[in-house]
């Protein structure tokens, strides 16, 4: 029976000139990775042209191949181990491969960092360095090429690996390995060389073994962003690429922004063999939901455990690739996942050198090639996630005349006031918790209270009085005693706010405002109440709950796993 392998995606990095398109070329070639066909050609047409034979070309040939739908896209190559399968990939610039990675075209789970052993640690090198800790990949191992232009030297690579360890430790970073080789001549590439008889580590394929294949970001949350939606016969489709998490039929979900909750009805299929009842990680799936509502590309779909952020306003670390300096004030279109938006920077913290990691004020603008902390403010609310939390909503781009000009990270989300929950009658405010979701968080083994929407109630309208973990008659009361308030619901509606000494208790239920309901059946238990409320303490509170509260009557605690 056949098992499926694992796959573990790396971003090969390095300056223009440090031979990393020769390094790549030389494994593939090293490892008979290359279609059928390609040496001889590169071979004949360096013959025509009366050019040297070289591993870049390669590179260059395979990803022509690509382009007429042998594999996946122009900048990722599929290779295999006996160990497991890989997609390399191709980093051509540091422009480029910022835009690669953000955009989400690949998850790199580790890394090469390409250096030239007689040039030695350049200012790209450092540059790329710094955006793969911007990016989170922490396993990196570093590739000392070209070590036949420097006779082999055993102090070229001892001064290199020292230069680079001074400059990852204050980034967080420490290489796992420093590989000295020459791709030219294939010396430690697949075999080990005694050219390098000096050297006891890893060649560069036990390297790429050697990397540790982990579990994706956060598995318990889903994030499904929204690609489009369509409309088939009677069918409703929402299409998107599931980023995180697992989502099968049943499933309840959220859809963000705006917190509407459905159902999964099923997951869409054009053929029979291709039904499913689950999806995973990674696949490009369609929603038939229970309920329609009117959906759009950009919205984000999450499980109810486990929501994104929404807000107007958060910090980033940026890496700025515009020819003109960033300043606070100017207006870009921000993209987070399939998320468009205008957005203007509204203040610059901090700017960061990436070559030098020198940090200073902000006052005159950001600069090309540097990193900047800044606070970004959009038009419109976002949803995203930090991106320590889900990769796929955390990072972002900047774009200027369909330019992207910078990209970075989520690394936090400014505090928004609380949006205020509960009932509103002029100029009187009852506070409450009545229609949150509260659930039973068997990864936490903890009570977890979902916050809701943050809506207010005023007299005339409709309440909901159902969910996953409440159930209210249609008429009832709701006694507030700290607010001293009092709120009369009939027939499902918001029919009176009053003072609590205007109120007359009249037969009805009566809850406190998380929902759970007085022990209170006549006018002198409901006195009674009152008077030991009115007396208590905080201290007291425990005690009162035990006498006069019961939790169960219209509240329950649902399991749930976060997935």
Request: aromatic share 12%; charged share 25%; proline share 4%.
């Given at each position: 029976m056949e098992t499926s392998r694992d796959i573990l995606k790396i971003v090969v990095a390095g300056h223009v000139d440090h031979g990393k398109s020769t390094v790549i070329g030389r494994l593939l070639y090293d490892a008979d990775a290359l279609p059928?066909?390609?040496?001889?050609?590169?071979?004949?047409?360096?013959?025509?042209?009366?050019?040297?034979f070289e591993f870049a070309y390669l590179l260059d040939a395979f990803e022509e191949e690509q382009k007429q739908g042998i594999t996946i896209d122009t900048t990722q190559l599929q290779f295999h181990t006996a160990k497991r399968d890989y997609v390399i990939i191709d980093a051509p610039g540091h422009k480029e491969f910022l835009k690669n990675m953000i955009s989400g075209a690949a998850d790199a789970e580790a890394a090469f960092l390409v250096i030239d052993a007689a040039r030695g640690v350049e200012e790209q090198s450092k540059r790329h360095a710094y955006m793969l800790s911007l990016l989170g990949i922490k396993q990196v191992c570093v590739i000392v090429n070209k070590m036949d232009l420097a006779a082999y030297a055993a102090r070229v690579y001892r001064r290199i690996s020292r230069d680079m360890d001074a400059f990852l430790e204050p980034l967080g970073l420490k290489a796992?390995?420093?590989i000295p080789l020459s791709a030219l001549k294939g010396d430690n590439v697949l075999r080990r060389s005694d050219n390098l008889d000096w050297y006891d580590g890893h060649t560069l394929i036990q390297a790429l073994d050697a990397f540790v294949k982990e579990g994706r970001h956060g598995e318990s949350r889903l994030r499904l962003p929204v690609q489009d939606v369509y409309k088939f016969d009677d069918r409703r489709i929402i299409a998107g690429r599931l980023e995180m998490g697992r989502l099968k039929e049943g499933d309840a979900i959220v859809i963000h922004p705006g917190g509407k909750k459905t159902t999964v009805r099923a997951l869409a299929y054009w053929l029979e063999k291709d039904r499913a009842a689950e999806?995973?990680?990674?696949?490009s799936i369609g929603l038939i939901l229970e309920d329609e509502f009117f959906n759009r590309r950009g919205e984000v779909i999450s499980h109810e455990t486990a929501p994104p952020l929404t807000t107007r306003s958060f910090q980033a670390s940026l890496f700025w690739m515009g020819q003109s300096r960033l300043r606070v004030g100017q207006k870009y279109k921000l993209k987070i996942a399939t998320q468009e938006t205008e957005a203007e920077i509204g203040e610059i913290i901090r700017v960061i050198d990436a070559s030098t990691l020198a940090a200073g004020p902000g006052a005159e603008g950001v600069k090309l090639n540097d990193v900047a902390e800044v606070i970004i403010?959009?038009?419109?609310?976002?949803v995203l996630d930090l991106f320590v939390n889900c990769p796929a909503t955390g990072r972002f781009v900047l774009v200027d005349d369909y330019n992207v000009v910078g990209g970075g990270i989520v690394t936090g989300v400014e505090a928004a006031p609380e949006a205020f929950r509960g009932f509103v009658s002029g100029d009187m405010k009852v506070g409450c918790d009545l229609f949150e979701e509260y659930y039973y968080s068997v990864e936490d083994q903890a009570v977890n209270k979902l916050p809701g929407p943050g809506l207010t109630?005023?007299?005339?309208?409709?309440v909901?009085?159902?969910?996953?973990?409440?159930?209210?008659?249609?008429?009832?009361?709701?006694?507030?005693?700290?607010?001293?308030?009092?709120?009369?619901?009939?027939?499902?509606?918001?029919?009176?706010?009053?003072?609590l000494e205007e109120y007359r208790y009249g037969g009805l239920p009566v809850?406190?405002?998380?929902?759970?309901?007085?022990?209170?059946?006549?006018?002198a238990q409901?006195?009674?109440c009152a008077h030991d409320y009115a007396a208590a303490t905080v201290a007291d509170e425990a005690a009162l709950s035990a006498k006069w509260l019961d939790f169960s009557a219209y509240r329950t605690i649902p399991f749930a796993g976060g997935a």
């Open positions: 059928q066909g390609v040496i001889d050609k590169v071979r004949r047409i360096a013959g025509e042209t009366g050019k040297a796992r390995a420093y999806a995973g990680p990674g696949q403010k959009a038009r419109e609310a976002v109630y005023t007299v005339g309208e409709a909901p009085l159902a969910g996953k973990s409440f159930s209210y008659p249609e008429f009832f009361d709701i006694a507030a005693f700290r607010e001293k308030m009092v709120v009369k619901i009939r027939a499902g509606l918001t029919a009176e706010v009053l003072p809850v406190d405002g998380r929902g759970f309901a007085f022990r209170i059946s006549s006018c409901w006195a009674a």
